[in-house]
């Protein structure tokens, strides 16, 4: 079992810049690939980066490519994600995720965190 508690949302301008924390307790963090993703209102829950258990490999959706970083730290059992260059249509609440094995879809994912709020006015 692996809780996941996302930090580090909130309003900002577009052109800014937000770092997304997810915080992981229970089994050995470095077990578990990770990834983020998000939800606007009235859409699915999308894919937009995802992370290798040693932080070797990452993956970014088109969307956010060139923009957002994804990062862990196994020592602190801590991921992250450095969101530059924000959007109005990155608006979204923003989920951690976390699987055994390397994933792709929302529908793969083992354990969810509650999510959190990230508005960018334009």
Known sequence: QVQLVESGGGLVQAGGSLRLSCAASGRTFSSYAMGWFRQAPGKEREFVALIS????????????????????DNAKNTMYLQMNSLKPEDTAVYYCAAR????NTPKEVDYWGQGTQ???SS
């Open 53 to 72: 258990k040693s932080g070797s490999m990452t993956r970014y959706a088109d969307s956010v490519k060139g923009r957002f970083t994804i990062s862990r």
């Open 100 to 103: 055994f094995n390397w994933f």
């Open 118 to 120: 990230v508005t960018v």
